[in-house]
Each structure stands twice: as structure tokens, then as C-alpha cells.
């Protein structure tokens, strides 16, 4: 499951205050709970105790989570997300420790949860509190906040993975365009940001004509509608992109394939466009093309604890920072199923004081 302990071990001498061997916590708090009613999947505000969360050995004061498009799967009854309802998704979580049976992370510091089977199958962060294993646990990079990591979130942790993949492989401004596709949606819109932050000159590709001006805030150099991923029948096309970020998978992964130039690599973490790939091996045998996989869920703790301190520093992303819109229980519903229509843009943060 998780990877490296990320915490350093508590001192002796301040072990036994910090691993608050008091798990007597019993606290009602409320949560955004999903519930199936005849087939139908249906999220309301409930009240629940901190004695129904599922065991692990830390209790996290969640104030923030952030939204993802696998939340509304979830919410929307996807049994290959959450298998039972009713159900509290949220697949991130940012907050205090409220108790530690291992001590590390400590119980009054600020954490970080994505990932793993939260908001899966453990109850997730569209509630104020949830429990699990503590090495699910990331400490909060220094001179972060729980909002802000949220901002980040999921989306942000994957788009760091992505450009991450594509700097291991060598890529670099000078070799030409990066491409980003599905680029007004939460991992697209930081990953468009980052890689211009980091001298790319950036093609965001969108189905969304009326976010050509925020994506060019980002810092893309150029908009380019769907259409230039649109399925065409030859196996090869001119190599416009050097590298290329892709999050929506299916026919616009395989067009975009057939698109980069000899040596380029494609990061790949998303479906939202079909998880089917239909492709020849000519741009692999040819072009010697590489399609880089992206996991976000499963990885070790510490390539996470890794791509969180590089956007708490070198990676911040302050145009992503100031854009993103904050909401409150009440309105998850509505945010969540713009995510099914392929609507959602930008980040969006549950802020649970709201
Ligand atoms: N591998 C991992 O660990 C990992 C982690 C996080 C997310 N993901 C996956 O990455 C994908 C993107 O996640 P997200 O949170 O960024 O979702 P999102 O906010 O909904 O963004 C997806 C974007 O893709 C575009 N799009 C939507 N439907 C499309 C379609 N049918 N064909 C082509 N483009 C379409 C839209 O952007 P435009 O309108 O700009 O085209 C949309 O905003 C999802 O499949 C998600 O499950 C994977």
C-alpha cells in the first residue's frame, strides 16, 4: 500500500503525549453522504459519529478536501469506485490530527491524505473528520495550509506526477510544444500552468472555447479546439508536439500519439474521453515515441510527500492558487455532476467551514 515512513519517529522523551493513546474520541460531525435509493444515487448532509468511521490508527480533523471527476463517480453510484453506500467520498483530505496511535504523524499536526482507498471505500473527506492507516499520511509541507494543498489536491498531486514523467524522459522547452489535453478540467489546468511556469510553450487543447483567455492567463501559448484530436484514419501525422500531457485517454490519446515527434513521450492518466486505446505501434517502432503511465492512487508516500514539497516551493503554481473556487457541502452536488457532463473547470475546494 503506502511506502516510506514519512514522519520522523517521536522523541521518547514527547512520545507518549504525542501518540495520544486516549482513542476515546466519540464527536457527531457532518458529512455529504451518498445513499442508493431504488437504483438511484442521491448525496445529502448528514450527521455522523467518529466511532462509525472505519478503523486506523489516525483521526483526522478534515477542514478541507478538494474535488475530483473519481468523487463523482462515486457519487454517482460507480461500483468500480465504491463498491457499498451509503457512502462519504472524497478521494482528498487536508487537517489536524486529533489522535495518533502510532505517535508519527503527531497528533495536533497538519496532514495531507490522497489517495489509497480514501474516499473509496474508507470514508472520504466530504466529511469533517475521517480515520486511516497512518501511513496514508503526508506531513503538510512547511509554510502550507490545508487550503492550499487542497487547491492542489488529487488533480494537482497527478499533474505534478505527469510533468514529473516527462522531465525523467528528458524533455525539455527547447525541443518544441508540450501539448496538454482536457485542459480547462483540475489536473489539465495545473498541469498547463506548471509546464509554462517551467519555460514549455504550452498547446492547451480544449472542448471549451470560452476558457481559450483563462488558459492563456495559465500561461498557454496557444488554444487549439478537440478537433485536433479527432480520429483520422492514417497511422501517422505530423509530428507537431514534442511531449504531451494527456488526461481524457481513448480516440484524443491515440490522435495525440500520431501527433508527437520522434523521441517525445505522452503521460497518460485519464479516461474521461474512454478507457479503450486503439493504436498501431507505428509511433513507438517508428518514432520511438514514449507512453508514460500515471498513478496517483497506489505510488509510495514518499513520491508524494516529493511532488507536494515541490509545489509548496520550486513548482507553486499562483495563477492555479488564485483561481480556484472554494464551496461549501451545500453546493457539491451541482459541482460534482458538472464533472460528468465534462463541464467542471479549474479547482475546486471543499472548504467544510463554509
Ligand atoms: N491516474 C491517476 O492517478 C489520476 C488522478 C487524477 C485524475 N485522473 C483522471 O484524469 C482524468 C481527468 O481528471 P480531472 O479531475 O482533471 O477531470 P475534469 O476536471 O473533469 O477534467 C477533464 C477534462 O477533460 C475534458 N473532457 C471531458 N470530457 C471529454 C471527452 N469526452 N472527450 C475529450 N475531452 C473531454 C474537459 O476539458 P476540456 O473541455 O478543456 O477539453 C474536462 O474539463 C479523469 O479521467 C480522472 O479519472 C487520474
Given at each position: 500500500?503506502?511506502?516510506?515512513?514519512?514522519?520522523?519517529?517521536?522523541?521518547?522523551?514527547?512520545?507518549?503525549n504525542?501518540?495520544?493513546?486516549?482513542?476515546?474520541?466519540?464527536?457527531?460531525?457532518?458529512?455529504?453522504?451518498?445513499?442508493?435509493?431504488?437504483?438511484?444515487?442521491?448525496?445529502?448532509?448528514q450527521t455522523?459519529?467518529?466511532?462509525?468511521?472505519s478503523?486506523?490508527?489516525?483521526?483526522i480533523?478534515?477542514?478541507?478536501?478538494?474535488l475530483?471527476?473519481?468523487?463523482?463517480?462515486?457519487?454517482?453510484?460507480?461500483?468500480?469506485?465504491?463498491r457499498?453506500?451509503?457512502?462519504?467520498?472524497?478521494?482528498d483530505?487536508?487537517?489536524?490530527?486529533?489522535?495518533?496511535?502510532?505517535?508519527?504523524?503527531?497528533?495536533?499536526?497538519?496532514?495531507?491524505?490522497t489517495?489509497?482507498?480514501?474516499?473509496?471505500?474508507?470514508?472520504?473527506?466530504?466529511?469533517?473528520?475521517?480515520?486511516?492507516?497512518?501511513?496514508?499520511?503526508?506531513?503538510?509541507?512547511?509554510?502550507?495550509?490545508?487550503?492550499?494543498?487542497?487547491?492542489?489536491?488529487?488533480?494537482?498531486?497527478?499533474?505534478?506526477?505527469?510533468?514529473?514523467?516527462?522531465?525523467?524522459?528528458?524533455?525539455?522547452?527547447?525541443?518544441?510544444?508540450?501539448?496538454?489535453?482536457?485542459?480547462?478540467?483540475?489536473?489539465g489546468?495545473?498541469?498547463?500552468?506548471?509546464?509554462?511556469?517551467?519555460?514549455f510553450?504550452?498547446?492547451?487543447?480544449?472542448?471549451?472555447?470560452?476558457?481559450?483567455?483563462?488558459?492563456?492567463?495559465?500561461?498557454?501559448?496557444?488554444?487549439?479546439?478537440?478537433?485536433?484530436?479527432?480520429?483520422?484514419?492514417?497511422?501517422?501525422?505530423?509530428?507537431?508536439?514534442?511531449?504531451?500531457?494527456?488526461?481524457?485517454?481513448?480516440t484524443?490519446l491515440?490522435?495525440l500519439?500520431k501527433?508527437?515527434?520522434?523521441?517525445g513521450?505522452?503521460?497518460?492518466?485519464?479516461?474521461?474521453?474512454?478507457?479503450?486505446?486503439s493504436t498501431?505501434?507505428?509511433?513507438f517502432?517508428?518514432?520511438?515515441?514514449?507512453?508514460?503511465?500515471?498513478?496517483?492512487?497506489?505510488?509510495?508516500?514518499a513520491?508524494k510527500?516529493?511532488?507536494?514539497?515541490?509545489?509548496?516551493?520550486?513548482?507553486?503554481?499562483?495563477?492555479?492558487?488564485?483561481?480556484?473556487?472554494?464551496?461549501?457541502?451545500?453546493e457539491?452536488?451541482?459541482?460534482?455532476?458538472?464533472?460528468?457532463?465534462?463541464?467542471?473547470?479549474?479547482?475546486?475546494?471543499?472548504d467544510?467551514?463554509?
Open positions: 500500500m503506502a511506502g516510506a515512513q514519512c514522519f520522523p519517529e517521536p522523541e521518547d522523551s514527547v512520545a507518549d504525542k501518540r495520544g493513546n486516549t482513542m476515546t474520541t466519540n464527536s457527531e460531525f457532518k458529512a455529504w453522504r451518498v445513499e442508493e435509493r431504488d437504483g438511484e444515487y442521491q448525496g445529502s448532509e455522523l459519529s467518529t466511532a462509525d468511521l478503523e486506523g490508527e489516525v483521526l480533523r478534515v477542514s478541507h478536501s478538494s475530483n471527476y473519481k468523487d463523482a463517480l462515486s457519487a454517482s453510484g460507480n461500483k468500480g469506485v465504491t457499498s453506500f451509503p457512502h462519504t467520498p472524497g478521494i483530505a487536508a487537517g489536524e490530527v486529533v489522535e495518533s496511535a502510532t505517535g508519527a504523524p503527531a497528533v495536533g499536526s497538519q496532514v495531507i491524505v489517495g489509497y482507498d480514501l474516499g473509496m471505500n474508507t470514508d472520504g473527506g466530504f466529511g469533517e473528520y475521517i480515520r486511516v492507516p497512518a501511513a496514508w499520511c503526508v506531513p503538510m509541507p512547511s509554510g502550507w495550509d490545508a487550503h492550499t494543498a487542497m487547491i492542489y489536491g488529487t488533480a494537482g498531486l497527478t499533474a505534478g506526477l505527469c510533468v514529473g514523467k516527462l522531465l525523467k524522459m528528458g524533455a525539455s522547452p527547447e525541443q518544441g510544444k508540450v501539448a496538454v489535453s482536457g485542459s480547462s478540467g483540475a489536473v489546468s495545473v498541469a498547463v500552468e506548471l509546464l509554462a511556469n517551467l519555460g510553450d504550452v498547446v492547451a487543447i480544449s472542448g471549451k472555447a470560452d476558457h481559450a483567455d483563462s488558459l492563456k492567463e495559465l500561461g498557454a501559448c496557444e488554444v487549439v479546439g478537440r478537433d485536433a484530436l479527432t480520429e483520422e484514419k492514417k497511422p501517422l501525422l505530423k509530428p507537431v508536439f514534442a511531449n504531451a500531457v494527456d488526461t481524457v485517454g481513448g484524443p491515440a490522435e500519439l501527433q508527437i515527434q520522434p523521441g513521450s505522452v503521460s497518460c492518466c485519464g479516461l474521461v474521453a474512454g478507457p479503450q486505446l498501431t505501434v507505428l509511433p517502432i517508428l518514432r520511438g515515441v514514449n507512453l508514460l503511465g500515471v498513478d496517483s492512487v497506489e505510488i509510495p508516500l513520491d510527500q516529493a511532488v507536494w514539497e515541490k509545489f509548496a516551493g520550486e513548482w507553486k503554481c499562483p495563477k492555479t492558487e488564485a483561481s480556484a473556487r472554494d464551496i461549501g457541502r451545500a457539491l452536488d451541482e459541482a460534482l455532476k458538472a464533472f460528468l457532463k465534462g463541464a467542471s473547470a479549474g479547482k475546486i475546494v471543499l467544510h467551514g463554509r
